[in-house]
């Protein structure tokens, strides 16, 4: 008798810590619940302000847009009728002429940095890009 009535309370006690301590919520249950609560937090007031906001700087950027464009279509129009004028071509003295090599027949000096070049097959007077120079620089000389 004295066991039943000592597991009785036994299992009263483990009720009743189990009905005092909190269970974890889930962590969509909790984000659930934070956007209802902002949600109700924000007024309807608030709301339209937000949007005439958004709406505003729309507006702004729409303008901006179409002003960049008309900037962009003026540019190509003054491009294009530059590009209709006839280029003028660079005088061929602007170019230096490249130093022979002494003793070397078809190697030359580059006049930009003194790097030996073999310019063989290449007649007298051509122009030759140095080829120990990027194309984007674009360093040209003359065939001596």
């Known amino acids: 008798m004295n066991l039943r009535i000592f597991t009785g309370l036994a299992a009263a006690a483990c009720i009743l810590s189990a009905s005092c301590t909190p269970w974890p919520e889930r962590p969509a249950q909790t984000a659930q619940k934070k956007a209802e609560e ?33 900037r962009v279509k003026e540019k190509t129009d003054t491009v294009k009728t530059e590009t209709t004028a006839p280029k003028q071509e660079t005088k061929p003295s602007t170019y230096p002429y ?34 120990t120079y990027p194309a984007a620089e674009k360093k040209y000389f003359r065939v001596p």
């Open 98 to 131: 490249a130093n022979k090599v002494p003793g070397k027949d078809g190697f030359v000096f580059s006049p930009y940095n003194n790097k030996v070049i073999d310019v063989r097959d290449i007649p007298t007077g051509q122009l030759v890009q140095d080829p």
């Open 38 to 70: 902002q949600k109700k937090s924000i007024t309807s007031k608030e709301q339209q302000k937000i949007q005439e906001q958004r709406d505003s700087m729309k507006k702004k950027a729409e303008t901006e847009k179409t002003k960049v464009e008309d």
